[in-house]
Each structure stands twice: as structure tokens, then as C-alpha cells.
């Protein structure tokens, strides 16, 4: 069983910086991602950034050169770093992970495909606020 615990949300003013982390338990491999999205009041959940087990990431366009994930050696703790934030970063974010059983199909990767279709396992959420 998957389980999937995050930490790190808070309030925020807008440019500053903020480092999310999740930790993991179970099993995954062989074929998997993992990574982060978000859900902000009133609006769908959407794919922040995510990564395979084949080391590609995929980000949204609008947290690209800001956002960082990563994943500890021991592969049980992910991390969400977030620099220069804007107030439409505010939301709920959620550490997530997926078994994949296949390849990407018609998406370029595992990741990006996971990151526009969703996982199968979800934390139960860390909130971020941005305010001045």
C-alpha cells in the first residue's frame, strides 16, 4: 500500500520561496512517477511537476524556471522547491504517485503523461497561501 504524507505548506508573501516534502511509503517499481499537483479554490486540480522512474520531469509551463522537484537517495522523501511566488500559486498541494504498467502512449513520457491524467495515490494535501 501506497502512502503518501505532506508537509511544508504555509503563507507566503508573492516572490518569496517555499520548500514542500512528501513522504513516501510502499512500493512502486519497477515503472512509476511521482510528483506534485495542486488545487486552488473553485478550480480543477492540476499537474505541477512530475517525474518517471526514466528520470524525465515534466512541469507545467507556468512553474517552469521556478519550481524544482526532486526526490531524496533513499527515494522516500520528494520535495517541491518553489522560488519567485506568484499569487496563482496559492492552492492545496498534494504529493501523488502512480504504477504505471505501459508505456506513455501518444504523451512524449511516463511523466507528462502522468501529469495530465493523473495518479492513482494522493496525500491528503498541504496548503500554500501567497499574501502581501
Known amino acids: 500500500q501506497v502512502q503518501l504524507a505532506e508537509s511544508g505548506g504555509a503563507s507566503v508573501q508573492p516572490g518569496g520561496s517555499l520548500k514542500l516534502s512528501c513522504e513516501f511509503s510502499g512500493y512502486l517499481y519497477p515503472t512509476y512517477c511521482m510528483g506534485w499537483f495542486r488545487q486552488a479554490p473553485g478550480k480543477q486540480r492540476e499537474g505541477v511537476a512530475v517525474?518517471?522512474?526514466?528520470?524525465?520531469?515534466s512541469y507545467k509551463d507556468s512553474v517552469k524556471g521556478r519550481f524544482t522537484v526532486s526526490q531524496d537517495n533513499a527515494k522516500t522523501t520528494l520535495y517541491l522547491q518553489m522560488n519567485n511566488l506568484k499569487p496563482e500559486d496559492a492552492g492545496t498541494y498534494y504529493c501523488a504517485a502512480r504504477y504505471i504498467t505501459g508505456g506513455p502512449g501518444a504523451f512524449p513520457t511516463v511523466a507528462t503523461m502522468c501529469r495530465l491524467i493523473g495518479m492513482d495515490y494522493w496525500g491528503k494535501g498541504t496548503l500554500v497561501t501567497i499574501s502581501s
Open positions: 517525474f518517471d522512474n526514466d528520470g524525465h520531469i
